[in-house]
């Protein structure tokens, strides 16, 4: 009886193991389930090989697993703060592409890890694989066009003059490439619109998602706007996560084919 008992609990244990979506539960399971068949040939008078599979099936292998996923089960996301795009609230994030990256997360079975950065950090951090993919306010410079890619969203860069003075620009940004000479470039958003309301500054180039985003903040309501380059807002991945890139393409199609990508248009943006 205790043998047909453990022989149906190992196989409940094993189908759980099998439709865990994050891995780590699933290693867990799994180490439960050696566990149980080590009981099970206790009970069939194999010792020997009882201890065999609490020693190599439950030690050993659960161990070898949880090396193996730490790395590869969990995505780092370096994140680039953008209004509507991606944006933090509480300990999460909210925005259109964190319903890209909820998706990604559970076809890939990885589990996200959010690192904000400033946008000069992106190409180092991906150069060095130190983040599996950058996300957020990122229009690709002529310095990153090496790493994979996906495109998600169009857009426009484009100068927005105040006044007589130099344009500002974020440093690292495809924008700050499109700065005139004598231009001055910022570590991040907030020490741009400082500049700007201190006077410092005669006008930014920014992307129009920025150029809504300063509008509506009262900031370049004044402004004369002048379009300099169409692009699109894409997610750059580190030169080894090309099949990441890859799935996360077929995840824009496909909520692009069930009409669920304009919605979260609309909600978002």
């Not at 944006?87 to 990256?101: D, K, S």
């Not at 201190?198 to 998602?209: A, H, K, Q």
């Not at 169409?230 to 996560?241: H, I, R, Y």
């Amino acid at each position: 009886m205790t043998a047909v008992l453990l022989s149906v609990l190992a196989l409940t244990l094993a189908a759980v193991a099998l439709t865990r979506r994050r891995l780590l539960w699933g290693i867990a399971v799994l180490g439960v389930h050696s566990l149980v068949l080590a009981g099970l040939y206790f009970s069939l008078a194999a010792p020997d090989v009882a201890l065999t599979e609490a020693a190599i099936g439950f030690g050993l292998v659960t161990f070898v697993y949880l090396l193996s996923i730490r790395r590869t089960g969990r995505i780092v996301v370096a994140a680039v703060e953008c209004p509507g795009l991606l944006y933090p609230e509480g300990e999460g994030a909210v925005g259109l592409l964190w319903e890209l990256l909820r998706e990604l997360s559970t076809r890939t079975h990885r589990e996200l890890e959010l690192r904000w950065v400033e946008r000069d950090e992106v190409q180092a951090l991906l150069s060095t694989s130190e983040a599996d993919l950058a996300a957020g306010d990122l229009i690709p410079s002529a310095a990153e066009a090496h790493f994979p890619e996906v495109e998600f969203l169009p857009t426009r860069i484009v100068r927005a003059r105040l006044g007589p003075g130099p344009l500002g620009a974020l440093r690292g940004s495809r924008e700050a490439e499109l700065l005139p000479k004598g231009g001055r470039l910022f570590p991040h958003r907030g020490a741009l619109l400082s500049a700007l309301e201190r006077g410092e500054l005669g006008g930014v180039v920014v992307n129009l998602l920025e150029l809504r985003t300063m509008y509506l903040g009262g900031k370049l309501r004044e402004a004369e706007v002048e379009p300099l380059e169409d692009t699109s807002f894409s997610v750059l991945f580190a030169p080894d996560e090309e099949e990441l890139a890859r799935t996360l393409e077929e995840v824009v199609a496909e909520l692009r084919e069930r009409g669920e990508w304009d919605d979260l248009v609309r909600r978002y943006l």
